[in-house]
């Protein structure tokens, strides 16, 4: 059966983008996502196709390389890489070879434009306007663009065009001044270069980017009004015939939707080409996925991208007017990057199912063919898409996610996207995997597309302005109300989470309405007085999203936030100045002092857009966080749970016990299983494996587990009971017919159920060894004549290692092999343990830890010998990782099941081994209590009581050192964090 897609599959996904075709149509290159997790960045390198199909190959093994292009002829690629700096340009020739680095800008370039005759590359680049600069000058400004986000200050950093010419590799800045220039296009002849440019003085206040020309023949010249006087050029495409410019922008101002302006340079005339649609044009950027324009047909014909109900799809028109026609996109597609050449044009596609692919279209019959499959061959939980009416008769859509196979109210996560103009598609995600982790949970999801958000028409886009929580909270509170009259949610289990204006519409929804049990702020927005002022878009957010109000109250969460009672968690990017950090420092000091159960994360270096870009481990800290949050306070319509496992808390609690009481290196492990729910697993490592050789400890290294090992014999025990091989209370001679002991009478008469609780009386100090052969149960089961009773049979207890020893060898008899093969087939093989190990030989396979002893207060020195004799085993020679050893500890907690479903245990045996049968004569060093191979008592209560428990965590802390205390403390302390202690505690983990 296919898995279900998961939070940790974030790592695991190669997505390709940015597809370019060579001139002549026959080859295709892209760039390839992938992660680095152990760098912990994600990596992009260049890859080559035929575009009628065959398998890809990988051109460039760079670690940041994108923005390919063709040189005219098809000889040669220009693209970006960026190596221990910014991005240069850099030159690969497409019959393959090492790439030629071609830039070395001490701010780095951007993405190359060739000339037509190939012969120059223009590109626009951060220059200096007052180079060299002092980092820790004074930062000195007038104007408002003094900073941007993910690039922190910009004092006096200006971005050019640039112009380089391939014969003498000879660079030169051909635009200078206090202005910013965007991204150049080459004119058909080659002769000029067009651009958009904010060169108002006051552009920082009135946001103007003109439509320029700079003749490139000529490096004195300087840049030339074309048009859009009053408006916004973004990306610039020139007509075949050199007449005009097709421009991604607005004639007016900077509210509404971008349309595709053709302007005519003779006449200065502006036509949007894309009106009849009534839809945002996209050019394409971080979580705005668009293409810039692309001319096919010999030019007569444009084809854009335009947002169209939270999907782009791409779309033609006459380069002279006519009706828009559609060419690529269904209902759940998302299209991004475009790409023409000889009547075929590609792109990356999303769907549903895909978090995209490489299609080719051609462009004469509509078709489009796949060219790369890199899906993950997981399923996913497809959204639905759902309208609502809300009471003042406007219409928004949403989409639900939600495993199809649940019945009735489930709990709800309603999240809300950013922007506020952006939207929720039903194109497979790989920013916010947590929708599919919890759908996987049980959990329907809610994505609303309120007014304001792209893709239902320009009145729908605006509807917001200078209302945001009053025009439209109702387009999430009352479909809520809808769906929980339907029986779809549960209202005792509501969450919300939103990041950016989703982040500030869950501060504001939580401080108008107390129906959710959990909320979920990122990139926050709570104050939006202080918000106008210290955002590096403040000034466009109060004047052109919110109308410049007199007075934020009746729109600001902070002004209501005492009326907050909902615990809320908060993440931010430290590194963000989009929404400042101290927006989300002043809505947790507040949520604080209002004694409301709230949580800070702040990721360092983070920028605004970390969770598309970011560190793959603070993307995975961000998605695993929200659901650890909203299962926690919301998954339970009887309270909160129990918190999740910090895993930060514990690797630096191992690490400090470790260093405390002297242990050379230690693995812990914690697991909390969640009965119908997703277990959470939480591993540290701390130390060297070995004081002779300084191999690190890693949660992967294999521990010898010691008495835990009898835990594992007393299973098989059990199971031999299940099969009705095995009788507890019958004598075990009835197996062992040759067996002698020192008593006799005991030998005639002593049980498996004996042998298992300690209470047989034979010595248990007998550690003989009999040999490395699979005979060496038997020899020590012959020993056994001559060992003396400790006590009666059955009169108290005694702890007992060769009891084991002979149990294990009632198991060969019935089992027919030896004690180590049964437990292969049994246990480990069932429970799909990788690294758990009886036999010396095969711990050196891995990476083994070796014992450590020490006299009084001296330092640990390796121990002379690795292990007891193979003869001790069913006592305490099973070696295992932490989570092996907890993978063990959930079948016991899982009721005897694995985890695939497969009865290993019966439920009877499972409880059967965690009731008390044995009173301990010392009861505050153990426990009170013994059973079948298991203390029943855990941390202060039976342990029969752990399958009934809503959550349960049990712990395992191997580590390489014999009497020291670190896995006494630990388990302390983690007694302490997770419940009340109710009696006397047991004084180690075995």
Not at 547 to 555: Q, T, V
Not at 699 to 721: D, E, H, P, R
Not at 919 to 935: Q, T
Not at 948 to 958: G, I, L, T
Request: glycine share 10%.
């Amino acid at each position: 059966m296919t898995r279900r897609l998961r939070i940790d599959d974030l790592t695991e996904l190669a997505v390709p983008e940015q597809p370019v075709l060579s001139p002549d149509g026959t080859q295709l290159v892209y760039v390839l996502r992938t992660t680095d997790k152990k760098a912990d960045r994600t990596v992009r390198t260049l890859w080559r196709t035929a575009a009628s199909g065959g398998t890809p190959q990988q051109l460039t093994r760079g670690e940041a390389d994108t923005s390919p292009v063709w040189s005219p002829d098809g000889s040669q690629l220009a693209f970006l890489r960026a190596k221990d700096g910014p991005a240069q340009i850099w030159l690969l020739p497409a019959a393959g070879g090492e790439p030629e680095q071609l830039t070395t800008l001490a701010m780095g370039a951007g993405t190359p434009q060739w000339s037509p005759d190939g012969t120059r590359i223009a590109f626009s680049a951060p220059v200096d306007n007052a180079a060299p600069s002092d980092a820790e000058a004074p930062i000195v400004t007038e104007r408002l663009d003094y900073q941007a986000d993910g690039a922190g200050w910009l004092r006096t950093i200006r971005k050019h065009l640039h112009v380089l010419d391939l014969d003498t590799k000879e660079c030169r800045q051909a635009t200078e001044g206090d202005w910013h220039a965007g991204d150049p296009a080459w004119s058909p002849d080659g002769s000029q270069l067009a651009f958009g440019a904010a060169t108002a003085p006051d552009a920082d206040l009135t946001p103007t980017a003109p439509a320029y020309l700079l003749d490139a023949t000529d490096a004195k010249a300087k840049p030339r009004l074309a048009g859009l006087a009053d408006g916004l050029t973004g990306s610039v495409t020139w007509t075949a015939d050199g007449s005009a410019l097709l421009i991604v922008g607005m004639q007016t101002g900077p509210v509404g939707h971008a349309g595709l302006l053709r302007l005519s340079l003779d006449s200065g005339d502006v036509v949007n080409l894309a009106a009849p649609l009534d839809r945002n044009v996209m050019a394409g950027g971080p979580g705005y996925p668009g293409a810039t324009p692309a001319l096919v047909d010999e030019g007569r014909t444009v084809l854009f991208c335009v947002r169209d109900r939270g999907c782009s799809h791409l779309y033609s028109v006459p380069v002279d007017g006519g009706t828009p026609q559609h060419v690529l996109g269904e209902a759940g597609q998302v299209v991004s990057g475009l790409s023409v050449a000889a009547g075929v044009a590609t792109v990356a596609l999303s769907t549903p199912t895909s978090f995209g692919e490489i299609v080719t279209v051609d462009l004469a019959s509509g078709t489009a063919t796949p060219r790369t499959t890199y899906g993950v061959d997981v399923e996913h939980f497809v959204p639905v898409e759902r309208e609502f009416t809300v009471s003042d008769g406007t219409v928004v859509s949403g989409w639900l996610i939600r495993d199809p196979a649940t019945e009735g109210p489930q709990p709800l996560l309603l999240d809300i996207h950013g922007g506020p103009h952006n939207a929720w598609n039903a194109s497979a995600d790989p920013v916010h995997l947590y929708h599919q982790e919890l759908a996987g949970r049980g959990w329907t999801v809610l994505l609303m597309n309120p007014r304001g958000s792209d893709g239902y028409g320009e009145e729908f886009f605006n509807a917001a302005l200078g209302a945001w929580g009053t025009a439209d909270a109702r387009d999430f509170l009352e479909p809520l109300d809808e769906l929980v009259a339907d029986g779809t949610a549960d209202p005792d289990r509501l969450a919300v989470s939103g990041y950016s204006y989703g982040g500030f519409m869950t501060c504001y929804l939580t401080s108008r309405d107390n129906r959710f049990k959990a909320a979920v702020t990122g990139g926050v927005v709570s104050d939006l007085n202080s918000m106008a002022g210290t955002s590096d878009m403040g000034h466009f957010l109060d004047v052109y999203e919110l109308n410049s109000a007199s007075d934020y109250s009746a729109m600001s969460p902070f002004a209501e936030v005492s009326k907050v009672t909902t615990p809320t968690l908060i993440l931010q990017g430290d590194a963000d100045v989009r929404c400042p950090v101290g927006q989300a420092q002043q809505w947790h000091t507040a949520l604080r002092e209002n004694g409301v159960p709230s949580q800070l994360v702040l990721y360092p270096e983070a920028s605004h857009l970390f969770i598309l870009e970011g560190r793959p481990s603070h993307r995975l800290d961000f998605n695993r966080r929200i659901v650890n949050w909203v299962e926690q306070y919301a998954g339970d319509a009887s309270g909160p749970r129990r918190a999740g496992i910090d895993a930060a808390h514990w690797q630096r609690r191992l690490s400090t016990l470790a260093a405390r009481h002297g242990v050379p290196g230690a693995t812990l492990g914690i697991l909390q299983v969640r009965p119908g729910g997703e277990d959470e697993l939480v591993e540290a490592a701390t130390g060297v494996l070995n004081k002779d050789t300084g191999v690190a400890v890693t949660t992967n290294s294999v521990f010898q587990i010691g008495s835990m090992s009898k835990v594992w014999t007393a299973t098989l025990a059990l199971q031999l009971v299940d099969e009705g091989l095995l009788d507890l209370d019958a004598p075990i001679v009835q197996v062992l017919p040759e067996l002698q002991l020192g008593d006799p009478d005991v030998a005639k008469q002593v049980t498996m159920r004996h042998l298992l609780t300690h209470t047989s009386g034979i010595d248990g100090d007998v550690f003989t060894d009999t040999g490395r052969g699979d005979d060496c149960l038997e020899k020590y089961v012959d020993l056994l004549a001559d060992v003396v009773q400790n006590h009666p049979l059955g009169a108290t207890w005694s702890y007992c290692n060769s009891g084991f020893s002979l149990a294990g060898r009632v198991i060969e008899k019935l089992t027919g092999g030896t004690w180590d093969q049964a437990l292969r087939d049994r246990i480990i093989t069932p429970l799909g343990l990788q690294n758990t190990v009886t036999l010396p030989e095969e711990a050196l396979l891995r990476l083994a830890a070796v014992g450590h002893v020490s006299e009084g207060e001296e330092e640990p020195k390796r121990a002379t010998i690795w292990g007891l004799p193979r003869s001790l085993g069913p006592a305490g020679l099973i070696t295992s990782t932490v989570a092996d050893a907890l993978a063990f500890a959930r079948l016991h907690l899982n009721g005897g099941v694995a985890p695939d479903g497969t009865r290993v245990l019966s439920e009877a045996s499972v409880a059967a081994m965690a009731e008390q049968h044995a009173e301990l004569p010392d009861k505050y060093s153990l426990g009170d209590s013994w059973g079948p191979g298991l203390d029943p008592v855990r941390m202060g209560r039976p342990a029969a009581d752990w399958p009934r428990r809503q959550h349960d965590r049990p712990v395992c802390v191997p580590s390489g050192a014999a009497g020291r205390g670190a896995g006494r403390d630990s388990a302390d302390e983690r007694r302490s964090r997770t419940r009340p202690v109710r009696g006397p505690l047991p004084g180690d983990l075995r």
